[in-house]
T-cell receptor
Framework: KAGVTQTPRYLIKTRGQQVTLSCSPISGHRSVSWYQQTPGQGLQFLFEYFSETQRNKGNFPGRFSGRQFSNSRSEMNVSTLELGDSALYLC??????????????FGPGTRLLVL | SQQGEEDPQALSIQEGENATMNCSYKTSINNLQWYRQNSGRGLVHLIL?????REKHSGRLRVTLDTSKKSSSLLITASRAADTASYFC?????????????FGQGTTLQVKP
C-alpha cells in the first residue's frame, strides 16, 4: 500500500499570498489530520476531517482552512500569508480517526517558506 | 498548546549504549504514542501504549507508562547511528476519540558511531 503523500514538498511564497497544500491518505483511510511544525511552537494540531466533515479544529486563525473530498483526499489553504506561517505542514491519516486505538500515519510534509 | 514535556531536550550517546527519553503530560489520556522524525521529515509511528498498560516492547524499544505520575519513558537499547533522530510523545486525551494528537516538544537524539 502506498503511504500518505503530500504535494508540493517545498513551497516559497511571499507575504499576503495564499497557498493550498494537498494530502492523499493511505487507501481506505477516511480520517485526515493536519499539523503545523515550527521550531518555536513544535507540533500543533490544525484540524481533522472525516467523511468530508471537519470533526476537530485546533487553535488557529480563520486564515487556515481545509476541506476533504469524497475520495478522502484533503487540502488545506492558508490565506494572507504571514512570515510566521513558515513551517513544515504535516498530514496524517488513519482508518476512522479513533484515537483510542488507531495508529496515525504521517506524510513527508510540505515545507512552506514565507518571504 | 503542548500537552507534554519531554526530557531531556537533547541526548548524545555512543553507538551500542542505551537511550532513555521521558515524557510528561497534563491531562488524563486514552493512549500515548511515540514517534520518530528524521531531519525535519515526516513522523514515523513507533509504538502505542494504552492507558491500562504499564509496559510495552517492540524490538529494541521499551515503553513504560505511569498514569498516576502522568509520565512515560522510551528506552532504545543497543542504539545505532541510524537511531539519530528526534523523538516525540503524543497523547490522545481521555475526552477524545478522534484523530487529534497532542505532541510533546521532543527529544533530539544523536548516536555517535
Amino acid at each position: 500500500k502506498a503511504g500518505v503523500t503530500q504535494t508540493p514538498r517545498y513551497l516559497i511564497k511571499t507575504r499576503g499570498q495564499q497557498v493550498t497544500l494537498s494530502c492523499s491518505p493511505i487507501s481506505g483511510h477516511r480520517s485526515v489530520s493536519w499539523y503545523q511544525q515550527t521550531p518555536g511552537q513544535g507540533l500543533q494540531f490544525l484540524f481533522e476531517y472525516f467523511s468530508e466533515t471537519q470533526r476537530n479544529k485546533g487553535n488557529f486563525p480563520g486564515r487556515f482552512s481545509g476541506r476533504q473530498f469524497s475520495n478522502s483526499r484533503s487540502e488545506m489553504n492558508v490565506s494572507t500569508l504571514e512570515l510566521g506561517d513558515s513551517a513544515l505542514y504535516l498530514c496524517a491519516s488513519s482508518l476512522e480517526g479513533r484515537g483510542t486505538s488507531e495508529t496515525q500515519y504521517f506524510g513527508p510534509g510540505t515545507r512552506l517558506l514565507v518571504l | 498548546s503542548q500537552q507534554g514535556e519531554e526530557d531531556p531536550q537533547a541526548l548524545s550517546i555512543q553507538e551500542g549504549e542505551n537511550a532513555t527519553m521521558n515524557c510528561s503530560y497534563k491531562t488524563s489520556i486514552n493512549n500515548l504514542q511515540w514517534y520518530r522524525q528524521n531531519s525535519g521529515r515526516g513522523l514515523v509511528h513507533l509504538i502505542l501504549i494504552r492507558s491500562n498498560e504499564r509496559e510495552k516492547h517492540s524490538g529494541r524499544l521499551r515503553v513504560t507508562l505511569d498514569t498516576s505520575k502522568k509520565s512515560s519513558s522510551l528506552l532504545i537499547t543497543a542504539s545505532r547511528a541510524a537511531d539519530t533522530a528526534s523523538y516525540f510523545c503524543a497523547t490522545v486525551p481521555l475526552s477524545s476519540n478522534t484523530g487529534k494528537l497532542i505532541f510533546g516538544q521532543g527529544t533530539t537524539l544523536q548516536v555517535k558511531p
